[in-house]
């Protein structure tokens, strides 16, 4: 019994893969959203500027019965480490998770770090955490300190229906596209999506403001582009030229499920509809340019009203529950 890093183009990353799979599947076929092997393969292989990513198995007799992922923030908040453990389900309850967590909990702190953060899903049905996710987090000192709610947007939404939906928008321009962010949006591009972070609501979740940086920008473009994914973007120039806001989402390779990242309307231009509008105008691009996408799934905090009622207004339904889980060490 042991426990071992794994790289990317390690001979065991195939049956890490596996097992990383049928964990995060397991129980949860309608809702799991697993990244793929090329996709997991990339971000351990390209580098980010402001992150590192590490990825370890638990290994009995030479097979892989379980794994973990670390995640180390190393420019904002370096003071935190995100993680996670998963088991092989039929070697559940023998020890390998916890066996697994102590690791990259050592290896947290001997990063510096005393803050840890995990995300666990559970049931739609249950506003509080249940299952043995959430049961084994709750064991290990972890509280649940945001609840988040899954949804589910079935593809495609009539165009006539996303017309009757789209809201004037006097004195904004919309622009989209997909890739790389336009030259002379970047820069506005990195501020209003460093904002997300602290904007979305947070519960206690333990977390500071992060600094807009056009490389990272750049560097989630290459690593995306080695990940076979795309970005497909709207956003709203005010005159001035600053964004007032975005909404982005990725399409996978080879996958029918597209993921919403992240959506946002700076403050001081809330209260114009331009939440509605740049999702409107980024479902129709994305329908227009990939058609063989037939759902988005998106995350949200469910004390999140305004930002769950577009999205509600657009057709998006509930499908899951996910709690953020803190630990101070
Ligand atoms: C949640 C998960 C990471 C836990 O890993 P594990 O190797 O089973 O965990 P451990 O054996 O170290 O369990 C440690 C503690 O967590 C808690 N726990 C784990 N699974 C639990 C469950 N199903 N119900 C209640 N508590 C649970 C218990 O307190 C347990 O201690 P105990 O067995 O002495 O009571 C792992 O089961 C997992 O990946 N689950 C998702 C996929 C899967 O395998 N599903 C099948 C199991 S539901």
């Known amino acids: 019994m042991g426990i071992v890093r794994v790289e990317p183009d390690a001979q065991l990353f195939d049956e890490w893969y596996d097992v990383y799979r049928l964990a995060h599947v397991h129980g949860r076929e309608a809702t799991a ?64 998770g916890s066996r697994m967590l102590a690791h990259l909990e050592q290896v947290a702190v001997a990063e510096g770090r005393s803050v840890l953060g995990a995300e666990v899903p559970w049931v739609l049905d249950s506003e509080e955490p249940v299952g043995c996710r959430s049961a084994f987090m709750l064991a290990h000192g972890y509280a649940n300190v945001l609840s988040d709610v899954q949804r589910r947007l079935t593809l495609p939404v009539a165009d006539d229906a996303l017309a009757a939906l789209m809201p004037e928008v006097d004195g904004y321009t919309l622009r989209t596209w997909t890739g790389s962010v336009p030259e002379e949006l970047v820069a506005e591009w990195a501020d ?97 340019r990939f058609p063989r996408v037939t759902s988005v799934s998106t995350y949200n905090a469910a004390s999140n009203v305004h930002m769950i009622a577009v999205n509600e207004a657009v057709g998006f339904v509930p499908t899951e529950r996910l709690g953020e889980f803190q630990k101070h060490l």
């Open 33 to 96: 959203l697993p990244f793929s092997r090329r996709e997991i393969r990339a971000m351990l292989g390209v580098p980010l500027p402001r992150s590192e990513q590490r990825v370890y198995a638990v290994l009995d007799d030479g097979a892989v019965v379980g794994g973990g992922w670390l995640y180390l923030h190393l420019v904002d908040n370096t003071n935190r480490a995100e993680l996670e453990v998963w088991t092989y389900p039929e070697h559940a309850r023998r020890g390998h």
């Open 192 to 288: 209003v999506v460093a904002s997300l972070e602290t904007e979305a609501p947070m519960g206690d979740l333990d977390y500071e403001e992060v600094t807009p940086d056009v490389e990272e920008i750049r560097a989630e473009e290459r690593l995306a582009h080695a990940q076979g994914r795309v970005s497909v973007a709207a956003v709203a120039v005010r005159p001035d030229g600053r964004l007032a806001a975005y909404s982005q989402i990725y399409v996978a390779a080879d996958d029918p499920i597209a993921y919403q990242w992240g959506t946002l309307v700076r403050r001081e231009d809330r209260g114009h509809r331009l939440g509605l509008a740049v999702k409107v105008a980024n479902l129709r691009l994305l329908q227009a």
